[in-house]
């Protein structure tokens, strides 16, 4: 009696949902721009910059690495008359929910925390 062959079967896999964040490699990061190599390890290390680790890679959110960024001189209008080095008026509320608008959406226990966080400081 002869053994039938098995078959291996392997789980397929899904292009993960539209709205996971878009992880980039520290080797990526540094590609785009976001900084040297060693500078965005020692962010990393010191807090400056969230990370996770995917099996043994080190993986950075892109949003993250865009709240690096900020403005290396003063902002200009649309009538480029220079205000000075911060936004004002109806650009700080479109800086304000750009700022928002990055940050993923908070769950209630989050929402809660970071309210007894606040309550705490005043």
Same mark, same amino acid.
């Given at each position: &009696?002869? /053994?039938?062959? &098995? ?10 949902? /539209?709205? /996971? ?6 080797? #990526? ?5 976001? @900084? ?14 969230? /990370? ?11 949003? *993250?690495?865009? &709240?690096?960024? =900020? ?6 209008? #649309? ?5 000075? *080095?911060?936004?004002? !008026? *109806?650009?700080? @509320? ?5 700022? =928002? ?13 970071? !309210?007894?966080?606040? *309550?705490? @400081?005043?």
């Amino acid at each position: &009696m002869t /053994a039938a062959p &098995m078959s291996i079967s392997r789980p397929i896999l899904e292009p993960p949902p /539209a709205s /996971a964040p878009v992880l980039l490699s520290l080797q #990526e990061a540094v590609q785009r721009g976001y @900084g040297a190599y060693s500078t965005l390890r020692r962010y990393i290390s010191d807090g400056r910059l969230p /990370a996770v680790k995917v099996g043994t890679r080190v993986k950075i959110r892109q949003a *993250d690495l865009a &709240m690096l960024a =900020v403005p290396a001189g003063p902002v200009v209008p #649309e009538d480029h008359t220079v205000t000075g *080095d911060r936004p004002c !008026g *109806d650009e700080l @509320g479109d800086y304000v929910k750009r700022l =928002v608008d990055a940050f993923p959406v908070l769950t209630p226990a989050r929402r809660a925390a970071l !309210g007894r966080l606040l *309550d705490a @400081g005043a």
